[in-house]
């Protein structure tokens, strides 16, 4: 789903939830406060309920941009962002306010149970990628720099593609070659990574070579060293394809490299 309409989505279902949170729970609030019990007005005006609206648009947008600076990978880390979210901010303040403020314990826990059910929602879009288990492999930082500078939707691809390639054979590695561009290889480049303005280009180094019985190449085909396979905004990996290619480009490097093949 497209950020902007992920952060939307999600500031409408926090508004209402936490309508539906107050409508349901204000009640018991003020049975326990009897005429202490905070007046809120009852249904509120167009003006404050837009206010409100606007409140959770931006609380989805800061929430969307830390969860994407943190790179969130795993159940674990996103949990625990949630819970830092809520103890650092409204938690803490809102436990202020009943110390110095005066204000009711029943009041300050429906509150902070508003706030957590605005982080669990706000950062529900992103339990699908840490709910995904990632290949286990070794890391050249240096590639984590040149994916992670990508804009979004380049990097989720660079990523996916990157975990696709080490889950072909575990004896793959990566490393940076001309300056910036990822490498992986394994007795020879097998394949590298490069980002265009509107594209990404994973280049096979097959010698032209490998079948490709699927079509998934797209550039390069009578090219002695490398064919392209492009990859734009929106478009599918064909993850089975592309496993089943690199697979024989390795097979290949072990047997002495496509040069060697291709002369025999």
Aim: glycine share 8%.
């Amino acid at each position: 789903m497209n950020a902007t309409v992920s952060v939307l989505v999600a500031a409408v279902s926090v508004f209402v939830l936490s309508s539906v949170w107050y409508t349901a729970l204000t009640p018991v609030e003020v049975r326990m406060l009897g005429p202490d019990a905070p007046d809120r007005g009852g249904r509120p005006s167009p003006v404050k309920a837009s206010l409100e609206l606007a409140r959770s648009l931006v609380l989805g947008a800061v929430i969307a941009g830390l969860a994407h600076a943190s790179h969130l990978h795993s159940a674990g880390s996103t949990v625990l962002l949630g819970l830092a979210l809520w103890v650092g901010f409204p938690l803490v303040l809102l436990s202020g306010s009943m110390l110095w403020d005066k204000i009711p314990a029943v009041t300050t826990l429906l509150h902070a149970g508003d706030w957590l059910l605005k982080l669990v929602v706000d950062l529900s879009d992103h339990w699908p990628v840490a709910m995904t288990r990632r290949p286990v492999y070794e890391r050249d930082p240096r590639v984590g720099h040149y994916i992670n500078a990508l804009p979004p939707w380049q990097r989720q691809l660079c990523q996916r593609l990157r975990d696709l390639i080490h889950a072909a054979d575990p004896e793959l590695t990566e490393t940076i070659k001309r300056t910036v561009q990822p490498y992986f290889v394994l007795e020879g480049n097998v394949c590298a990574l490069l980002a265009a303005k509107d594209h990404v280009n994973l280049f096979l180094y097959d010698g032209a070579i490998v079948p490709d019985p699927e079509g998934i190449i797209t550039a390069g085909h009578d090219n002695k060293s490398a064919r392209t396979i492009s990859f734009r905004q929106g478009e599918t990996v064909n993850a089975a394809a592309l496993t089943t290619m690199l697979k024989q480009i390795v097979a290949n490097n072990r047997a002495g490299g496509w040069r060697k093949l291709k002369g025999s």
